[in-house]
């Protein structure tokens, strides 16, 4: 018989595929949209861990195209950003250039996959008729009032040269490069996605997404309830209110603290106290959040004012601490130092009192060591002692309000997004600034508004964008009243096109909508996305907001854009550490499938561990792979001339591994299907040797099942089986219980409780035959007297002897 020929075999059907496509649209087809997220086209190429993600979402299209539908599976490239500006400013060329370039090298290796990409569909974020759609989005954002400018203190890397948004600094640090996240006066634009904050938290629960990712989504919403509370301030008619989620503590409140930027900061403050506390508000804001909140050593200043505790009139001394953050709640709090770790701290620090108003048994004790933040019974409050902390903690926002001290609220942890970058390589921001008029948007027919040439990529770092110097570019008219005017000179941020993307490829050519209803309506919303974990807030917020807000103008008829979402784990060189060209531990697939071939490649990478799980790359590991291929060519092949009919047990092997491979593959565990496979390829081979041989039916269902994970050897194998048609269209196999079922199990006999033997028993076997067979089984044990027999059916027979 003819060996296994990987090389031979890839090519032919490689060329074959490339004239006659697998996946051909059918209106008789339910259409099913397999989305892989889309690469940057850095120069580095693909490695082996790149493949994992590709190889997954292939095999899961080309399952569903098997079960009979007509699969969108685009692919794209989210090319604007730093990676390609920096790498501008190093080799002195055009960021376009080299984008194009990284995009031609990334799509020859994406072929060698042989995953079944539309490739009319693509898309490219830095395409002009891509971007015209991005700034739109953003026009038409400004018009309903959610992308609006202000001029705040904001996150700021210094080596980016840029700002950021929060979703963008992971500890302190900026999420591309590492470097400690500053704060920057800066004017920015600002997309109001906290008017969307309700819709995207209930929203999840639509989701069929890892409930890890929708928690790190609501968490990072953050809704919490409490009240705001009027606190006078001593001696004057004005007031401070405070937000706070802990209403049922507010008898134990001792002192107030301001944020160092509070409005009142300076005006509170008496001639002895002023120096103090301008110099501690200057300190302060210079400072990041995150610096803020992980400090170690509280601090702050104390400004010399009283405030009136509204419950009992005590007053309480206001002081400014930088713990305090200015854009959360009111930027103003009660302090609670016996109920809040923070408030426990600064008031030990600065020997403020501390009193307890919640206890476990209702007994004050007299040394606190720490706060105490459970729930219990109040104490020291007046009209509320003795109720229940938990219960009080709900009516006392209705209370406060009632007494018209304050109001119940919601409050989010999410905040506005920063929407400009201070760099080059993006989607300028489609906006003109007239002294007249205002921010005015460049009208709707004018777009795309090109991102002009430049001399010099470089970051200015003086929070202008390299555009500022383009005057030719900068110096307009206005598109409102005529008059000279300039344009916005920051760009977009990187998540701007991949907020969108995926509504594009589904009519990617279209110059006069982004997408048209028709199409909308037949081909979205995403069915399936896969992708890596590291997108779980930043990417898939964005994305999910922008498609709520395309839905209350009526663009699409859906209000979330990914039903299912899948995780990958990484592929990680030897000891779990991350590919990467500076860890020189990069595992190129090129020599891999020369070596081994595409097929074995796809199956290893599902092999290589659980597809959620990172998992360590061992190249040795793919000879394994190869070789079960190797033995079930060679199977098919010599019953291929043999041409046996099935027997009995061929059958039942057949469905039980129809059912096996068909379970673990709906509950993606795919390095389960392939040491499934290898399971049932023994079994097979043990069966043909008996039998002489496998019958083309079994082994025609072993190609169906095997076809998405390697599919030139499955399509070559069907045609070697005299099928007819393309194994894609064999349609997915289906087992039938009853052909699973055995027709013959083991049970254990015991004499006296105790497993002497065991026997095969038919299923349906008689109590009377089987204890007659159990006590054949065990006859030369049956030395006394029998004084009971038991069968529990299917299970045991126990022979009682004495
Ligand atoms: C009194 C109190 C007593 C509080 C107590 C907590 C425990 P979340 O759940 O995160 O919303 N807080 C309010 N605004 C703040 C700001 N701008 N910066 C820092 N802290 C602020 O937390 C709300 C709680 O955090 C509020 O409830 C407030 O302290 C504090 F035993 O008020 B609490
Ligand atoms: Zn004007």
């Known amino acids: 018989a003819i060996p296994y020929n990987h090389k031979e075999i890839e090519k032919k059907w490689h060329e074959y595929w490339k004239q006659n496509p697998v996946n051909v649209e059918d209106e008789k087809k339910p259409k099913y949209y397999c989305l892989d997220m889309f690469p940057y086209p850095s120069g580095n190429g693909l490695h082996v861990g790149h493949w994992r993600g590709y190889v997954i979402s292939d095999v899961w299209s080309r399952y569903k195209m098997m079960k009979g539908h007509y699969i969108i599976h685009p692919m794209g490239w989210d090319a604007f950003g730093l990676p390609a500006e920096n790498y501008a400013i190093k080799m002195g060329v055009h960021p376009a250039i080299s984008t194009a370039e990284n995009v031609a090298n990334i799509k020859r290796q994406m072929d060698e996959i042989e995953a079944v990409y539309d490739w009319d569909m693509e898309v490219n974020t830095t395409d002009p008729d891509f971007y015209k759609w991005t700034q739109w989005i953003f026009v038409k954002m400004f018009k309903a009032g959610l992308a609006y400018e202000k001029e705040m203190p904001i996150n700021w890397c210094p080596s980016c040269k840029t700002g950021l948004a929060n979703e963008e600094v992971v500890n302190g640090k900026c999420e591309r490069c590492g470097e400690d996240v500053t704060k920057k006066n800066l004017k920015q634009w600002m997309l109001r996605i906290t008017k969307y904050a309700d819709r995207l938290l209930s929203d999840l629960d639509k989701l069929d997404w890892p409930d890890k990712v929708k928690k790190m ?3 990072w919403i953050g809704k919490s309830y409490g009240a705001e509370v009027d606190f006078k301030v001593d001696g004057t008619d004005k007031a401070i209110t405070v937000y706070t989620t802990r209403p049922d503590t507010l008898y134990g409140a001792t002192f107030m603290v301001l944020a160092p930027e509070h409005a009142m900061a300076k005006e509170l403050a008496n001639d002895e106290t002023r120096k103090a506390v301008e110099d501690y508000i200057f300190k302060a804001s210079m400072k990041s959040n995150v610096d803020r909140l992980q400090d170690k050593e509280k601090t702050g200043v104390f400004t010399g004012s ?12 206001i002081w400014l601490s930088d713990y305090v953050l200015a854009d959360y709640g009111t930027g103003a709090i009660m302090c609670v130092p016996a109920h809040d770790d923070r408030d426990f701290e600064f008031a030990t620090k600065f020997s403020i ?3 307890q108003v919640i206890a476990p048994d209702g007994k004050e004790n007299p040394d606190l060591k720490e706060a105490y933040t459970e729930s219990g019974i109040v104490i020291n409050s007046g009209e509320w002692n003795g109720k229940d902390s938990a219960v009080l903690k709900k009516e006392a926002p209705i209370i406060i309000e009632e007494k018209g001290i304050g109001k119940k609220t919601t409050q ?7 929407f400009s970058r201070q760099r080059y390589w993006g989607e300028p921001i489609p906006i003109v600034h007239c002294e007249k008029c205002g921010a005015v948007p460049v009208p709707e027919e004018e777009l795309p508004l090109l991102l002009p040439e430049v001399e010099s990529y470089q970051p ?3 929070g202008e964008s ?5 005057t030719d570019w900068v110096n307009t008219t206005c598109p409102c009243c005529g008059a000279p005017a300039k344009r916005e000179t920051n760009t977009m941020p990187q998540w701007a096109g991949s907020s969108w993307y995926f509504l594009r490829y589904v009519d990617s050519k279209n110059n006069k909508e982004l997408v048209s209803a028709e ?4 081909y979205l919303p995403v069915d399936m996305y896969i992708g890596g974990v590291e997108h779980a807030v930043l990417h898939l917020l964005y994305a999910r907001f922008y498609t709520k807000f395309l839905y209350d103008i009526g663009v699409v008829d859906f209000e979330e854009p990914f039903q299912k979402l899948f995780n990958q784990g990484m592929i990680t060189g030897k000891n779990g550490i991350k590919m990467s060209k500076s860890k020189g531990n990069v595992v190129s697939p090129d020599d891999l499938v020369r070596d081994y071939g595409c097929d074995s490649l796809r199956l290893y990478e599902l092999f290589v561990g659980p597809p959620e799980l990172d998992s360590e790359w061992d190249d040795r590991g793919i000879d394994g792979v190869y070789r079960f291929l190797n033995r079930l060519w060679n199977l098919t092949m010599d019953s291929k001339e043999k041409n046996v009919s099935a027997t009995k047990d061929m059958v039942k092997l057949r469905h039980k591994m129809i059912y096996d491979i068909t379970t673990r593959l709906e509950s993606f565990s795919l390095n389960t299907v392939i040491s499934g496979f290898m399971e049932y390829n023994n079994k097979l081979i043990d069966l043909a040797k008996k039998e002489n041989g496998i019958d083309k039916e079994t082994l025609s269902a072993v190609v169906l099942l095997l076809a998405p994970f390697a599919p030139h050897f499955a399509a070559e194998l069907w045609e070697q089986l005299g099928n007819e048609g393309s194994v894609f269209d064999g349609g997915w196999p289906v087992y039938d219980e009853e052909a ?6 083991e049970i254990a006999v015991q004499i006296n409780g105790k497993t002497k033997a065991a026997i095969l028993i038919g299923i349906e076997e008689a109590k009377d035959a089987v204890i007659a067979k159990a006590k054949e089984s065990v006859q030369d044990k049956l030395t006394g007297n029998i004084v009971k027999e038991i069968y529990v059916p299917g299970r045991i027979v126990n022979i009682v002897m004495k």
């Open 217 to 219: 989504q609501s968490d």
């Open 306 to 317: 009283y405030a009136v505790n509204p419950m009992n009139g005590a007053k309480v001394p």
């Open 353 to 355: 009192p501390i009193i």
């Open 412 to 418: 989010y942890k999410l905040r506005d997004w920063v």
């Open 460 to 462: 200015t770092g003086t």
């Open 466 to 470: 390299p555009l500022a110097d383009i």
């Open 519 to 522: 199409k909308a309506k037949k």
């Open 740 to 745: 699973m079922k055995d027709d013959e199990i």
